[in-house]
């Protein structure tokens, strides 16, 4: 029976025209759907925050603003000047942390990863244990207060996330992908170690680097715990801390004028905690485009190897 079907050169059947518009149909269709449904909750975010308190009480949250109302907004920024240096801390301690702590990380997976260490096992033995146990929270709270003297200093914010345990895993296993031989050549070539960690290494880990890099300044954005143990100067707070006192603050009003029965103190709690989240979100939703690229191929690392 003669085959229709044209073989190339590889032995391939190549794809007809029809078929290709229809994978191609196919896959935007899918792709379309899935990005609609992970825009979807942050839409319902948005739209709530511009939503009146009552509508939200009485219909529930939806795609676009029952009744339109920007007292939430108008609650956060009744002192702007509180939330712009509230943007500045924040900011502050993610850039610093993130840099010195992408460093660190970087160049301890690196030690760990050398073979030439004979306490590398010990070492990651350490670092595992770790996870497993700590010193507890008045212990910490009585190091960095008492010891380090660090109430109210912005170090208070940084130090604790310095270092995370699964990211220098993380940065372990994709310095282990970078081959021995570069290394080696360096050194034969009269390159000491920390040289060749800062021109040949951390230049082939930048997948690595972007990834562990946006999971710190995720840590550090969000991180509101550490300033509500060590930070009492309100000129000190970061944005988390600052919007989660501002909550805290307006539910205990609320609570407050409904127990006295005084219908006059109004605060929108439910527009104000979606406000809230609309306003600590945005700038790290900006950040993720430009480590895109590099945040795909770390996270496959090791996934495949020859």
Same mark, same amino acid.
């Given at each position: 029976?003669?085959?229709?079907?044209?073989?190339? #050169?590889?032995?391939?059947?190549?794809?007809?025209?029809?078929?290709?518009?229809?994978?191609?149909?196919?896959?935007?269709?899918?792709?379309?759907?899935?990005?609609?449904?992970?825009?979807?909750? &942050?839409?319902?975010?948005?739209?709530?925050? $511009?939503?009146?308190?009552?509508?939200?009480?009485?219909?529930?949250?939806?795609?676009?603003?029952?009744?339109?109302?920007?007292?939430?907004?108008?609650?956060? &920024?009744? $002192?702007?000047?509180?939330?712009?240096?509230?943007?500045?801390?924040?900011?502050?301690?993610?850039?610093?942390?993130?840099? =010195?702590?992408?460093?660190?990380?970087?160049?301890?997976?690196?030690?760990?990863?050398?073979?030439?260490?004979?306490? #590398?096992?010990?070492?990651?033995?350490?670092? %595992?244990?770790?996870? +497993? &146990?700590?010193?507890?929270? +008045?212990?910490? %709270?009585?190091?960095?207060?008492?010891?380090?003297?660090l109430k109210n200093d912005m170090l208070s914010l940084i130090l604790p996330l310095l270092i995370n345990v699964f990211y220098l895993i993380v940065m372990r296993t994709f310095i282990s992908s970078i081959p021995d031989s570069i290394?080696?050549?360096?050194?034969?070539?009269?390159?000491?170690?920390?040289?060749?960690?800062?021109?040949?290494?951390?230049? +082939?880990?930048? @997948?690595?680097?972007?990834? =562990?890099?946006?999971f710190y300044a995720l840590d550090y954005w969000n991180d509101w715990y550490n300033a509500m143990l060590y930070i009492t100067d309100v000129n000190k707070y970061p944005l988390q801390y600052l919007l989660f006192s501002t909550l805290? !603050?307006?539910?205990?009003?609320?609570?407050?004028?409904?127990?006295?029965?005084?219908?006059?103190? !109004?605060? @929108?709690?439910?527009?104000?905690?979606?406000?809230?989240?609309?306003?600590?979100?945005?700038?790290?939703?900006?950040?993720?485009?430009?480590?895109?690229?590099?945040?795909?191929?770390?996270?496959?690392?090791?996934?495949?190897?020859?």
């Amino acid at each position: 029976m003669e085959n229709n079907l044209a073989i190339d #050169r590889t032995g391939r059947i190549p794809k007809t025209a029809g078929a290709n518009l229809l994978f191609n149909v196919i896959s935007y269709t899918v792709v379309s759907v899935a990005a609609i449904l992970c825009l979807l909750p &942050f839409e319902i975010l948005i739209s709530g925050s $511009f939503t009146d308190e009552s509508a939200i009480a009485l219909h529930g949250y939806g795609i676009l603003p029952s009744d339109f109302s920007l007292e939430a907004y108008r609650v956060l &920024f009744k $002192f702007p000047q509180a939330i712009i240096r509230a943007y500045g801390v924040s900011i502050f301690i993610t850039v610093v942390g993130t840099v =010195i702590g992408l460093f660190l990380t970087s160049m301890t997976a690196y030690v760990m990863n050398r073979k030439d260490f004979k306490y #590398r096992n010990k070492l990651a033995f350490f670092f %595992y244990f770790t996870t +497993l &146990f700590n010193g507890g929270i +008045l212990s910490t %709270y009585i190091f960095f207060v008492k010891y380090l003297q660090l109430k109210n200093d912005m170090l208070s914010l940084i130090l604790p996330l310095l270092i995370n345990v699964f990211y220098l895993i993380v940065m372990r296993t994709f310095i282990s992908s970078i081959p021995d031989s570069i290394s080696e050549s360096a050194k034969i070539d009269g390159a000491g170690d920390f040289t060749i960690f800062m021109k040949l290494i951390l230049p +082939l880990t930048k @997948p690595g680097l972007a990834t =562990i890099g946006l999971f710190y300044a995720l840590d550090y954005w969000n991180d509101w715990y550490n300033a509500m143990l060590y930070i009492t100067d309100v000129n000190k707070y970061p944005l988390q801390y600052l919007l989660f006192s501002t909550l805290q !603050s307006a539910e205990a009003i609320s609570r407050i004028s409904k127990m006295a029965s005084v219908a006059a103190i !109004s605060v @929108p709690t439910l527009s104000l905690k979606l406000a809230m989240a609309v306003i600590a979100t945005g700038p790290i939703i900006l950040v993720y485009p430009s480590v895109q690229k590099y945040f795909v191929k770390g996270l496959t690392v090791g996934a495949i190897k020859g």
